[in-house]
T-cell receptor, first 114, second 112 residues
Framework: GNSVTQMEGPVTLSEEAFLTINCTYTATGYPSLFWYVQYPGEGLQLLLKATKADDKGSNKGFEATYRKETTSFHLEKGSVQVSDSAVYFCALSRSGAGSYQLTFGKGTKLSVIP | DGGITQSPKYLFRKEGQNVTLSCEQNLNHDAMYWYRQDPGQGLRLIYYSQIVNDFQKGDIAEGYSVSREKKESFPLTVTSAQKNPTAFYLC???????????FGDGTRLSIL
């Protein structure tokens, strides 16, 4: 079956530090990949997505590249801010089977300190 | 603005009681979903519906029920059979597998 594995948190960084959150997946076919962000007490917001191999998703300074050869979709940001403190979820959507299900990783909590 | 509205934001359940969580969307999306979020466990799919009057069990459907009588609405009932209902419940909707799912702001359910 499908699965997503994220690096365990929590992750604590100083402001302006470089961020990497690792995400690897197992899936049949050619899934689409997503990063979602959840701020305290809120629902999930789409951060970025990639729909095919070698696609790079980017938004608000965050980037992730769909690597089929390593089945990875690592999230990166060059300089984090305090406002980036949140929980980040990697997810995949199975393609071509008529199913709309997303499979989520367990989430990685990021805290950025001034 | 289009979006997903979940209500109430906080809900308390007494022992043996059924409670219903509301989810309404005005995005004209075909598919809707319910997830349960527990600390450190990510999101787990309870039920999903791809079209009106049809829905499918997800990974943890036991103790829950849903209906989809209208495209815009997908209420979730937490029944007394769900012995550990305390969690954060999230509703989502989407059109296709590739378009991302849009989420509501959640309902936090607690036991009295």
């Amino acid at each position: 079956g499908n699965s997503v594995t994220q690096m365990e948190g929590p992750v604590t960084l100083s402001e302006e530090a470089f961020l990497t959150i690792n995400c690897t997946y197992t899936a049949t076919g050619y899934p689409s990949l997503f990063w979602y962000v959840q701020y305290p007490g809120e629902g999930l917001q789409l951060l970025l997505k990639a729909t095919k191999a070698d696609d790079k998703g980017s938004n608000k300074g965050f980037e992730a590249t769909y690597r089929k050869e390593t089945t990875s979709f690592h999230l990166e940001k060059g300089s984090v801010q305090v406002s980036d403190s949140a929980v980040y979820f990697c997810a995949l959507s199975r393609s071509g089977a008529g199913s709309y299900q997303l499979t989520f990783g367990k989430g990685t909590k990021l805290s950025v300190i001034p | 603005d289009g979006g997903i509205t979940q209500s109430p934001k906080y809900l308390f359940r007494k022992e043996g009681q059924n409670v219903t969580l509301s989810c309404e969307q005005n995005l004209n999306h075909d598919a809707m979903y319910w997830y349960r979020q527990d600390p450190g466990q990510g999101l787990r799919l309870i039920y999903y519906s791809q079209i009106v009057n049809d829905f499918q069990k997800g990974d943890i459907a036991e103790g829950y029920s849903v209906s989809r009588e209208k495209k815009e609405s997908f209420p979730l009932t937490v029944t007394s059979a769900q012995k550990n209902p305390t969690a954060f419940y999230l509703c989502a909707s989407s059109n296709t597998e590739i378009q991302p799912q849009h989420f509501g702001d959640g309902t936090r359910l607690s036991i009295l």
